[in-house]
């Protein structure tokens, strides 16, 4: 199937700071690609949908001004959690669709990024 | 509208036994129902998946699920457990048509005793 990196797969950052996670499709075109969030022993929560060349779409109670999304690119979607803080510690994995019709629908994720702000 | 319920948040098998993960889904328009694992700390993989077409469908490692729209349900079975199916599962659906938005889930914790 597609592949999708994410990276960095950990990163640790201090309260008040940036990070940026990057999300590439490796051997397709993604025109769009999905920002998810998961807390523990919770399920995926979409945070955004990126799409290349526009604006993203944020889903309800998404604050766009802290997590920015830029998808510049048919295979790359970033996604910047700008002055971090110790609430925004989680997993976040990103996801790239290959759209179709039937049997060709189908959304491959990227490996996920552990943020931990201390 | 759509939604998924997986019912029990942690299922626990012996080696060898049977596995049942439960899955029910509502969905405005004819779904595509999907499974997936996650092991810790990593994404999600793709276990299989029903779009169109003949509703018992088979995955990898051994699993497989029936899509029955009569009880909207899509549970995952695989018939002998193996330790290594020890990790995280999700059922998920997406709208066939329109948006495509995926809705994930809760979760099920497989856990395989020895």
């Known amino acids: 199937g597609a592949v999708v990196s994410q990276h960095p797969s950990r990163v640790i950052c201090k309260s008040g700071t940036s990070v940026k996670i990057e999300c590439r499709s490796l051997?397709?075109?993604?025109?769009?690609m999905f920002w998810y969030r998961q807390f523990p022993k919770k399920s995926l929560m979409l945070m955004a949908t990126?799409?290349?060349?526009?604006?993203?779409?944020?889903e309800q109670g998404v604050e766009k001004d802290k997590f920015l999304i830029n998808h510049a690119s048919l295979t790359l979607s970033t996604l910047t959690v700008t002055s971090a803080h110790p609430e925004d510690s989680s997993f976040y994995i990103c996801?790239?669709?290959?759209f179709g019709e039937g049997p060709n629908t189908e959304a491959f994720f990227g490996q996920g990024t552990r943020l931990t702000v201390v | 509208a759509q939604s998924v319920t997986q019912l029990g948040s942690h299922v626990s098998v012996s080696e060898g036994a049977l596995v049942l993960l439960r899955c029910n889904y509502s969905s405005s328009v004819p779904p595509y129902l999907f499974w997936y694992v996650q092991y810790p700390n990593q994404g999600l993989q793709l276990l299989l998946k029903?779009?169109?077409?003949?509703?018992l469908v088979k995955g990898i490692n051994g699993f497989e699920a029936e899509f029955k729209k009569s009880e909207t349900s899509f549970h995952l079975t695989k018939p002998s457990a193996h330790m290594s199916d020890a990790a995280e599962y999700f059922c998920a659906v997406m709208n066939s048509g329109g948006y495509q938005k995926v809705t994930f889930g809760t979760g099920t914790k497989l856990q395989v005793i020895p």
């Open positions: 996801s790239a669709r290959v």
């Open positions: 029903y779009t169109t077409g003949a509703t």
């Open positions: 990126s799409n290349e060349g526009s604006k993203a779409t944020y």
């Open positions: 051997d397709f075109q993604a025109t769009t």
